[in-house]
């Protein structure tokens, strides 16, 4: 499993919110370009970029600074959303450099779009399962849809996503713990790799994920920002051998789709 690194943009700033609200933010630094260039230093795979005043507009704001993280990374893959809501949105996303396009909303609310998205681009559209309970939050997590975290998992398996990210929106920011039973249940409910998000406090949080069958990464935010997580000693902590926690019940008969 691998640790990725979260840089949140809000206002050209790279920012932490907690439990996703507006009102609660925490600004780490003034130059996220530097912040992305000094995990990758560390040692980061793979960085996550969200575009926060772009998921709460509804349309893409911090494009130009996505494309600026993504060409100083490089080559170093970036997953990159927030409020992409149409194809062209979603294809600007990919010309600013995002290795793959996370889609949050549109994909809960809009199936269609979801699998042209999909079609377009297989192998490269990520699904967030954003989680308020056994719900999905939409539109910035400000609202609720009807669709549950296993529902839209599944929607998306069939529509040809390569991975989904699942965040407990309730833990996200808080370093309360990830949501292991959850993040467990929506993995064994789907064939596709699952990125985890959300509380995470400690490498030991980590290494729990690590032990779950199918989680292939972990997004990491305040922790790291904060110094409760050192990049270099979690990486170091999960390239330990360890046997999963248990098997999984889907396994049988099919497979999972490799890490994206």
């Not at 979260?6 to 370009?33: I, K, N, Y």
């Not at 407990?168 to 292991?180: A, C, L």
């Not at 998000?197 to 997004?219: E, I, N, Y």
């Amino acid at each position: 499993m691998i640790v990725i690194p979260a840089v949140d943009l809000r206002g050209g700033r790279c920012v932490r919110l907690r439990e996703g609200r507006e009102d609660a933010e925490t600004v780490f630094s003034d130059d996220p370009v530097g912040v992305a260039k000094r995990w990758v230093t560390l040692g980061a795979e793979r960085l996550h970029v969200v575009d926060l005043d772009g998921a709460f507009a509804g349309e893409p704001r911090q494009t130009a600074l996505i494309r600026k993280i993504a060409s100083t990374v490089a080559p170093v893959p970036v997953e990159a959303g927030g409020g992409l809501r149409d194809v062209e949105a979603v294809e600007m996303l990919f010309g600013a450099g995002a290795a793959w396009v996370v889609l949050g909303t549109s994909a809960a609310l809009d199936p269609d779009f979801l699998e042209d998205a999909c079609r377009r681009w297989p192998g490269k559209i990520i699904v967030a399962v954003d989680a308020r309970g056994d719900r999905v939050a939409v539109r910035g997590w400000t609202a609720t849809a009807a669709t549950t975290v296993v529902e839209a998992g599944r929607r998306a398996e069939t529509a040809g996503a390569a991975a989904l990210l699942y965040t407990d929106v309730s833990r996200d920011g808080t370093e309360q713990g990830p949501n292991i039973d959850a993040t467990t249940a929506l993995a064994q409910s789907v064939r596709l790799p699952v990125l985890a998000s959300g509380g995470v406090a400690r490498v030991d949080d980590l290494v729990r994920l690590a032990g779950v069958p199918g989680v292939a990464g972990t997004v990491v935010g305040r922790a790291l920002y904060t110094g409760a997580i050192d990049l270099p000693a979690a990486i170091a902590a999960l390239s330990e051998p360890r046997a999963p926690e248990s098997t999984h019940p889907r396994a049988e008969g099919g497979s999972r789709s490799p890490r994206p």
